[in-house]
């Protein structure tokens, strides 16, 4: 039977905190653990305007329970969908997300961080894919997510080697958007997501939709794609009173 697992959602401000609190296991990504996230997040938009995901001060996650996948076979993987849609929950939230990331994330624990719209990161945090050690892969999407930041080349070194970054090392090659002290990593995170929140929030959508549809159309289609996602924010009512009120100075 598989330890039980805390994972605790708080809402104020239009600021929900998702935290990953089973540090017995550092936060490894089991089936269940991800039905749970998949659960306490499944409606998130429609109750907040920026996600932050944060993690216990040992590891954000060390990635996909070794214990769940040691009897896979590869046709039981297949048979059971191991690793199913869920595991892509925090990928598909359309409200800007944050990964307040203090210790290891690495392998899912990597990914997971990479499917948020910015990392802050401690000092001590560490960062990369291990899965080559154990004659294994990412699985998540890290090889599809990655060399969308840095390319192929350096992702190719970070994955095929299985060696870790530093949070230093990954805000050079701008993974990571900020390094901070262990003790200020929510402080700077929740000022991150108060300026945000104070957006508009059709606005923060179609943002978010126009970045990740660059990462996956042609540059012409991308340009047209974002001048009708512009278009579509003339109707809105921020864009209305913002824009009455600017013009009010």
């Known amino acids: ?16 905190i998702l935290t990953l609190n089973n540090p017995s296991k550092l936060n490894a990504l089991s089936s269940n653990f991800m039905k749970e996230i998949n659960e306490k997040i499944c409606d998130i938009d429609l109750r907040a305007k920026v996600l932050i995901i944060t993690g216990c001060k040992k590891a954000f996650s060390t990635g996909v329970d070794i214990s769940e996948i040691k009897n896979h076979s590869s046709e039981s993987a297949c048979l059971n969908n191991f690793i199913d849609y869920r595991w892509e929950c925090i990928f598909n939230v359309k409200i800007p997300v944050i990964a307040a990331v203090s210790g290891y994330a690495i392998g899912g624990g990597f990914e997971l961080a990479l499917m948020c719209d910015i990392i802050i990161a401690t000092e001590n945090a560490k960062f990369g894919f291990p899965e080559v050690n154990l004659g294994l892969m990412p699985g998540m999407g890290g090889a599809q997510l990655l060399p969308r930041i840095i390319g192929p080349k350096l992702t190719s070194e970070i994955i095929m080697t299985g060696d870790l970054l530093s949070s230093q090392r990954a805000k050079e090659l701008k993974i990571v958007s900020l390094v901070v002290n262990d003790d200020e990593l929510m402080q700077k995170t929740m000022e991150f997501a108060l300026k945000i929140s104070q957006k508009s929030l059709p606005s923060l959508k179609m943002i978010k939709d126009s970045i990740r549809l660059s990462q996956n159309s042609t540059l012409n289609q991308g340009i047209k794609n974002e001048r009708l996602m512009f278009r ?3 109707s809105t009512n921020d864009k209305k009173e913002k824009v009455a009120k600017f013009l009010k100075r």
């Open 232 to 234: 579509s924010l003339f």
């Open 1 to 16: 039977m598989e330890q039980s697992t805390s994972i605790n959602l708080s809402i104020d401000n239009s600021i929900a």
